[in-house]
């Protein structure tokens, strides 16, 4: 058994000063799954409508990804959700959420599935996150993340799920959204009171800090000279990190420390396409490439 995730299997519209995309393969366990494909084993646990084309499902199973928990609701549409991006790239306005097939999905873990090593509740209605952990034998880590459309419409289901997982990812202003703290030390402490072991603040093209009762950690993001869509950039930041920790199946400081770098790395080749198609594009190879001139950068 290896990563099971649930979260948004999307078809996303986004409008950055780079370019303009419509219906493109995006989704919070879309591109958390492929980034951590690289590590390890995934399984999905999502719904999609009729209208996702055939060739995503093809691309998905060509990365090894598990879709046996991927329904396909007949006549249902699937999820969209349109975005764009100033030349602030590090703040996604939503132009519009289109639940869809979501909106009354009552997820279904197969038997076969129950029993993951590690649990990674991506982006989606907290209710449906709840859902799938309740079907499952509670593994070594439970991470989540979350947004600010779920933060605003469903907190107290977020809130109460805080409880039951151990690593929680938001970004800067979700983390600050949600503990109504400016100051992110602050936020982090307030976040961790309510249950979680350790908090991620992902802060974009500034990096990125861990926060645990115990430590903190601050990792820069990895500098890049082009950056075309950041879209999925905190999912397979996920990726990397929570793939990385499945992979050596320990969760030691050191072993938090070198996953959030993986997950840097990730994030780092995500935004340099749209949609997923950087991610499709790199070898094992690359990543091992760009983490040891990460660790060249930042030594000192
Ligand atoms: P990220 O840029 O990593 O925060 O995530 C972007 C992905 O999240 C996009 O591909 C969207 O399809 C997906 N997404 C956007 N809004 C939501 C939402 N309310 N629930 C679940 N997924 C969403």
Redesign the pocket.
């Known amino acids: 058994m290896s990563i099971l995730v649930v979260g ?1 299997v ?1 078809l ?1 519209s986004i409008r950055t000063p780079f370019g303009n995309r419509k219906d493109i393969l ?3 366990a879309t ?1 958390f799954s492929i980034a951590a494909s690289f590590f390890d084993k995934v399984d999905i646990v999502a719904a999609v409508g009729e209208d996702f084309p055939k060739k995503y499902i093809t691309l998905l199973k060509g990365k090894n990804i598990g879709l046996e928990g991927l329904e396909i609701k007949k006549g249902g549409k699937t999820f969209r ?1 349109s975005g764009k991006y100033e030349y602030d790239l590090n703040t ?1 306005h ?1 132009i519009a ?1 289109h639940l869809n097939v979501f909106k009354n999905f009552d997820p279904k873990v197969p038997k076969s599935l129950s029993r993951p090593k590690v649990l990674f509740l991506a ?2 209605d907290p209710d449906l996150q709840a859902k799938v952990l309740r079907q499952i034998k509670r593994p070594q880590i439970v991470a989540c993340d979350s ?1 600010n ?2 933060i605003e419409n469903k907190r107290a289901s977020f809130e109460k799920l805080l409880d039951k997982i151990d690593i929680l990812l938001l970004n800067e202003s979700e983390a600050r959204q949600f503990s109504g703290e400016l100051n992110l030390v602050k936020a982090a402490r307030l976040i961790v009171s309510f249950g979680p072991k350790a908090v991620v603040i992902k802060k974009g093209e500034d990096g990125v800090i861990y926060f645990s009762k115990r430590s903190h950690f601050v990792a820069p993001a990895y500098l890049l000279e082009n950056v075309y869509d ?6 397979t930041f996920a990726g990397g990190m929570i793939g990385y920790l499945s992979r050596v199946g320990k969760t030691g400081d050191n072993d938090i420390r070198k996953a959030m770098i993986y997950g840097s790395i990730m994030a780092s080749f995500a935004v340099e396409g749209f949609s997923v198609n950087k991610l499709l594009d790199i070898s094992v190879t690359d990543i091992r490439r760009r983490y040891d001139k990460y660790r060249k950068i930042t030594r000192f």
């Open positions: 948004s999307a996303d995006g989704g919070s591109y959700w996604a939503t959420t982006n989606i947004m459309y779920w950041p879209t999925g950039a905190g999912d």
